[in-house]
């Protein structure tokens, strides 16, 4: 069974940067689609940003757009999330999830329902 665990979130100054990570034991990325979501006090959970294993695509929120970057170690079996440009609007618990069988147009549509294995979660906070 595939077993996610994000680490690398903490406090930081708008306009700061922070890189999650995301490793992964029991099972190879390859074929996974990983994406990682958000959820701050009093909203639902959505989805930041989505990477295919099975053809490398990345797909990201309207509201991440230009500010953050997905990205693979394959070696380590991890997934990154580079955040740049931090917003208060940005705190939040952020989660990775794994869908072992992703469709591509449902990974592009970035629905996040097919995802499961989720990790514990990492807190970003943004705040002078």
């Known amino acids: 069974q595939l077993h996610l665990v994000e680490s690398g979130g903490g406090l930081v100054q708008p306009g700061g940067s922070l890189r999650l990570s995301c490793a992964a034991s029991?099972?190879?990325?390859?074929?996974?689609?990983i994406g990682w979501f958000r959820q701050a006090p009093g909203k639902e959970r959505e989805p930041v940003s989505f990477i295919n294993n099975l053809d490398a695509s990345k797909y990201y929120a309207d509201s991440v757009k230009g500010r953050f970057t997905i990205s693979r170690d394959n070696a380590k079996n991890t997934i990154f999330l580079q955040m740049n440009n931090l917003k208060p609007e940005d705190t939040a618990v952020y989660y990775c999830a794994g869908d072992p069988n992703p469709d591509p147009v449902r990974i592009a549509q970035m629905q996040g329902w097919s995802f499961g294995s989720w990790g514990p979660g990492t807190q970003v906070t943004v705040s002078s």
């Open positions: 029991g099972f190879p990325l390859d074929y996974y689609a």
